[in-house]
């Protein structure tokens, strides 16, 4: 007889931080071999739902939460991350957890080393023991194999493009032959078309051979085309639990949102007769995974240039190049004047801000309160936001400065908070991506690059952060550099489009021109 226990089954789950219900009721299950698809805006309530399966510390110290969550027919509640992994759910998180210095190999098999037998072990105990590193190796390799990835099992995790990482994360916990349930929080999200093909294909064949997926994306052309059944929750509510077959993209984006979902942005109208505002020529810049060698592009004062092209192109290290987050050399004018590169400090005097794809590593001091992180930049390279006593001897925060222009961007950019002291951990990827944004907006630059701005971000947020831009743009007349992956994110909203291949500009269209002329430079 067949087992009709599902895999995993939350049932009437519900949690409240600070008053504040973020799940109410929320039941549904995942079947062995079953892919599910869990979908909502930033704020629906979807990391809420993962928190309390693996016992993050976050639910307990709020006072925990109501109802069950069941595997295998049997009601668990671990006491850490660590039971639920003992357990066999495995998760990939959207934000890289990799050790830098290590190799593939050695973050693929982390705490599940294969050790060599050495009869000193029995004189000195464990403490004896040694890696078996070509079995470590082989099973490295397995792994990678099973994802179809040209991955090295030698290369370190610092010299991996972003979606190397990413699959590197995803061999570890396939890699665990005691997983049973995978949990995947935006895995294409860093990825090209091409990667996304690769891993779609790969996480079917992890479902035949029996392990339930959830996968949970903003990319709902995905999630239709893998996914058995889709799960749709909008403030912290289950709006629908339907087979994939009979829904399509718009239709779970207005389940998500609530409301009729307009396409993008109109095209941009076209700026021209506009001066040279930052003279790029010969820029080489050494940034792990990713290729620019003597890149020549011009930016136009007021525009909004947008920079396409494949994954590990050379398009990441333009802004950060430029921003001295990585080493550069090359000829740089801004405004005329020589551009002083490898100094970010000197690049914020300048009127250059930057919103980094790598919103945790560069962007955001998590442990802080919103508002804080809102005027940091403009505090520490302007000293704005400050009051000074005794001649300007000592300074400190102007709370109240801070919490107004902190209100101003929560409303602007409908970021989803209790208020300006939430601490910014508290709040989805998807939120935290705003107040990046908003931080830059804080510093009125006059050049302000952008990189990967909706990544992982919901459909309806995607729309109000690229009108944000546009408005800006069009209000203050600050030149936009905007890098992104979705090509029709750059042509909804960008006055020119380079497409970076190989390290240099291939070419520069206008947003109007043919998908098939953007595709034909990025091949």
């Given amino acids: 007889m067949e087992n009709t226990v599902p895999l995993l089954c939350f049932e009437n789950i519900e949690k409240e931080f600070f008053g504040n219900k973020v799940l109410n009721n929320v039941s549904f299950s995942v079947n062995a071999g079953e892919i599910v698809g869990l979908v909502g805006e930033n704020g629906a309530g979807k990391s809420t739902l993962m928190n309390i399966l693996f016992s993050n510390s976050v639910i307990g110290s709020t006072g925990g939460y109501k109802g069950r969550v069941l595997l295998n027919g049997t009601e668990v509640s671990f006491e850490s991350p660590v039971e639920a992994l003992d357990a066999g759910i495995g998760m990939v998180h959207q934000e890289f957890s990799l050790i830098p210095g290590f190799s593939a190999t050695e973050n693929i098999v982390l705490n599940r080393e294969t050790l060599k037998y050495n009869f000193m072990v029995e004189l000195f105990g464990d403490r004896m023991n040694k890696l078996d590193k070509s079995d470590m190796r082989k099973r490295a390799l397995s792994a990678i194999n099973k994802l179809g ?39 294409t999200a860093v990825l090209t078309e091409s990667e996304a093909e690769t891993l779609i294909n790969s996480l079917r064949n992890l479902a035949f051979h029996g392990v339930g997926i959830i996968f949970i994306s903003h990319r709902l052309r995905e999630v239709v085309e893998l996914c058995d059944r889709i799960i749709v929750l909008r403030d912290g509510n289950v709006i629908r639990d339907i087979p994939s077959k009979t829904t399509n993209v718009q239709q779970i984006a207005e389940w998500m949102v609530g409301r009729q979902i307009e396409g993008m942005a109109a095209l941009s109208d076209l700026k021209e007769n506009r001066q040279v505002s930052l003279s790029i020529k010969n820029l080489w810049v050494d940034m792990p995974g990713e290729i620019l060698k003597g890149l020549s592009i011009d930016v136009n004062e007021g525009e909004i240039l947008g920079v396409g092209g494949l994954a590990g192109q050379g398009k990441l290290a333009i802004s950060n190049g430029i921003m001295g987050i990585f080493s550069a050399e090359g000829d740089v004018k801004f405004e005329g004047k020589p551009f002083r590169l490898n100094d970010t400090k000197y690049a914020m005097e300048q009127g250059f801000a930057f919103v980094s794809e790598d919103r945790r590593g560069l962007g955001l001091l998590l442990e802080e309160r919103v508002h804080l992180n809102i005027v940091f930049a403009a505090l520490q390279s302007k000293g704005w936001f400050l009051k000074h006593y005794l001649g300007g001897a ?17 409303d602007l950019l409908n970021i989803r908070c209790t208020g300006p002291k939430q601490k910014l951990i508290e709040l989805s990827g998807g939120n935290q991506q705003k107040v990046c944004l908003a931080k830059a907006f804080t510093c009125k630059p006059k050049v302000l690059f952008v990189s990967e701005p909706t990544r992982g971000i919901d459909i309806g947020a995607k729309r109000m952060v690229l009108d944000a831009l546009k408005d800006y743009n069009k209000y203050n007349n600050t030149t936009i550099v905007m890098i992104s992956s979705e090509l029709e994110e750059l042509r909804s909203i960008c006055d020119r489009i380079a497409i970076v291949n190989e390290g240099k500009v291939a070419g520069i269209l206008s947003p109007y021109a043919e998908a098939k002329e953007f595709g034909l430079l990025m091949s």
């Fill in 149 to 187: 990835v040209g991955i090295s099992p030698e290369t370190p995790v610092s010299e991996m493009s972003v979606g190397q990482k990413q699959f590197t994360e995803i061999a570890r916990e396939i890699e665990n032959s005691e997983t049973k349930l995978l949990i995947l929080d935006e895995p």
């Fill in 394 to 410: 000592i300074s400190q925060l102007d709370e109240d400065k801070a919490l107004a222009c902190a209100k101003e961007y929560i």
